[in-house]
C-alpha cells in the first residue's frame, strides 16, 4: 500500500494546534489537504446541518491548502467530498484532545467525520487519532500561534511511525482504525476491542429531579475503571497506545492474539 495524499480533518477547528501538528509532521512527505470546521466542536458526534445548511471558505494552514466549514464535523466531510471531487489514499481524523473509547465514540465529532469519509469514499482508509490529555484541556479554545513544538516528540513520532506502519501492512487489512495515545509518552501498542461497559469508564449524568436539569461531571473518572489491557480504555490507562480495527458496517475485530502488541521504532 502507497500512501501519497492525505486528507486531514477533525473536530477541533482547521488552524488548531492538533491539526497544525499533523501539518507539521507530514507535509513534506504527502499531498495534504486539510477541511475541517471552523471552531471547535466536541462532542457533535454525526450532526448535519440538514435543515440550515452552512457557510464554508478557502484558506492556507502552515501553507497547505485548506477548506474550513462553519458547521459540524460531518458537514466538513459533505463540503470535502463535493469540492475537491477526488479521493485521498488516507483520511486522518484528529488528533483529538481527549480519548475516544468503547460506546463513546458515537458521540465524538472526530470519529464521526472519519467513518463519514469512509462511506462517502473520500478514501479507502481511515485513522482516528485521539490522545489521553487532561480534562480540562479537552474544550480549550486553541489560537493558531498555540506552540506545537511540544507535541512533536509526543505523540507526534509516534503517529508518523503508526503511518508509515499502515503502509507496510497494507493498513492491517482492514478499512479503519481507531487509535488512542495515552496520557504520557509510550511506544507500547496493543490491538484492543471497544470497552463493552462504558459505566466502567465514564460515570453517569447528574440528573437533578427538581430542577428538571442535567449535567455531566466535570472530571469523568469512576472510583474502579476496567483496566483489562484487551480493552481500549484499560490499554490507554495502562500507558500503552490502543488499536482498533472499524469496518464499514460498523464491527470491531476481537483481539487477533498472535499479533496481539508490539513495540514502535
Not at 459540524?72 to 488516507?90: G, K, N, S
Not at 490507554?236 to 488499536?243: C, D, K, R, T
Request: net charge negative; with cysteine.
Amino acid at each position: 500500500m502507497n500512501i501519497s495524499s492525505i486528507l486531514i480533518t477533525g473536530d477541533d477547528g482547521y488552524t488548531s494546534p492538533r491539526t497544525r501538528l499533523l501539518i507539521r509532521l507530514l507535509k513534506d512527505t504527502y499531498d495534504l489537504r486539510v477541511c475541517a470546521t471552523n471552531t471547535q466542536q466536541s462532542g457533535v458526534g454525526g450532526y448535519m446541518s440538514i435543515r440550515e445548511g452552512g457557510v464554508w471558505g478557502e484558506d492556507a494552514v502552515d501553507g497547505v491548502p485548506a477548506l474550513w466549514v462553519d458547521k459540524h464535523p460531518v458537514d466538513a466531510i459533505e463540503v470535502a467530498e463535493m469540492y475537491y471531487q477526488r479521493t485521498f489514499d488516507l483520511v486522518i481524523s484528529g488528533v483529538n484532545w481527549g480519548a475516544n473509547l468503547g460506546g463513546s465514540v458515537i458521540s465524538s465529532g472526530t470519529f464521526a467525520a472519519g467513518y463519514r469519509a469512509l462511506h462517502d469514499r473520500l478514501a479507502p482508509h481511515v485513522m482516528v487519532l485521539s490522545w489521553k490529555v487532561p480534562f480540562e484541556m479537552w474544550f480549550a479554545i486553541d489560537q493558531q500561534e498555540t506552540p506545537i513544538d511540544s507535541f512533536l516528540e509526543y505523540p507526534g513520532k509516534q503517529i508518523v511511525s503508526m503511518i508509515h506502519l499502515a503502509q507496510t501492512t497494507n493498513f492491517w487489512n482492514t478499512a479503519m482504525v481507531n487509535i488512542n495515545f495515552p496520557e504520557h509518552p509510550s511506544n507500547e501498542v496493543r490491538w484492543t476491542t471497544a470497552l463493552p461497559n462504558l459505566r466502567e469508564l465514564y460515570p453517569p449524568l447528574v440528573l437533578d429531579r427538581e430542577k428538571k436539569t442535567f449535567s455531566y461531571d466535570r472530571d469523568p473518572r469512576v472510583a474502579s475503571p476496567n483496566t483489562n489491557p484487551q480493552f481500549d480504555s484499560g490499554a490507554v490507562q495502562n500507558g500503552i497506545i490502543s488499536i482498533s480495527k472499524v469496518h464499514k458496517d460498523f464491527t470491531i475485530d476481537p483481539i487477533d492474539e498472535k499479533q496481539q502488541s508490539w513495540t514502535l521504532i
